[in-house]
């Protein structure tokens, strides 16, 4: 990343909304290692936490490694038609999934706990995305907000068969039945892709508890007419508390904006505050 043209902003916000005893959701964003990622946990007695907080740590820790160094020694096979990024972020995927399925197995306690895992991971000036689950990545910019990743869920297939409209699936009552994710199978088919961004794109990744209160375009309002990405997060959890708050809500956003202007807007701050 070091001869990289622009550098990233990013802000993250997560809230337990209005109606759950405790937040199950994760969070992990780290500009400097390039590395963004929500996990929404699931299971009974508090087993959803220990879910999310495992995916976070397995999926961040085995792939720093990797993210600095294009010429790290990849420790395993390449499968057949897969880059090698594309394989380092298959392992990282497998690592969280084996520690949670296995955690869940020998403990009773955690016996069918599970979480999402959507993740936007700068490798070496590619956007890559990483996604299980129903959590999203959104790419935002001035005039649009395009949805970049497919939930992983019942609703979801229905859309994609026709036998759904996506308004009616805004409010179907097996909206939050989910068809993969992490914990739960000792197989893994997760979602990667490589997404094109421009400077100024904004991509937000969030749990379910923020697009299920509120709509694409109220999220795209907030993000483009807040002054920076912290507000803007703020402001997203608030409008889905506002909404009603049914669930754990997490945002993660992050901006690639030009290095240059960056440092213009510094001694811009330096000079008003003299
Ligand atoms: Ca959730």
Redesign the pocket.
């Known amino acids: 990343m070091t001869d990289s043209y622009w550098t990233i902003e990013t802000a993250a916000a997560t809230d337990r909304g209005r109606r759950r005893a405790e937040n199950e ?1 994760a969070y992990f964003c780290d500009a400097s290692i390039g590395i963004f990622m929500v996990a ?1 946990g699931m299971g009974g007695a508090n087993a959803g936490e220990v879910a999310s907080a495992m995916s976070v740590d397995k999926f961040v820790g085995f792939l720093e490694p990797f993210l600095g160094d294009e010429d790290a020694t990849i420790p395993f096979e390449l499968q057949e038609n897969e880059d090698s990024r594309t394989t380092v972020l298959m392992q990282a995927a497998l690592s969280a999934n084996s520690a949670v399925y296995e955690k869940a197995n020998e403990d009773p306690d955690h016996r069918g706990m599970g979480s999402t895992l959507t993740a936007a991971i700068v490798f070496h000036n590619d956007l890559y995305i990483t996604h299980i689950g129903d959590s999203r990545c959104y790419r935002i910019r001035t005039d649009t907000i395009d949805q970049i990743t497919a939930d992983h869920s019942k609703v979801q297939e229905m859309v994609s068969q026709g036998l759904l409209t996506e308004e009616a699936a805004r409010s179907h009552p097996q909206r939050n039945i989910i068809t993969r994710c992490i914990g739960r199978k000792k197989k893994l088919k997760p979602d990667i892709f490589t997404i094109d961004f421009d400077l100024a794109d904004t991509f937000l990744l969030c ?3 923020l697009n299920d209160m509120v709509p694409d375009d109220v999220i795209h309002r907030i993000v483009t007419e807040s002054l920076d990405l912290e507000i803007a997060a703020t402001r997203l959890v608030n409008a889905a508390n506002d909404r009603g708050g049914r ?2 809500i997490t945002v993660v956003l992050l901006r690639f904006v030009p290095e240059s202007t960056e440092t213009i807007d510094t001694y811009g701050d330096q000079d008003q505050e003299n």
Do not use: A, E, L, V
């Open positions: 959701d929404d749990s379910d508890g669930d754990n």
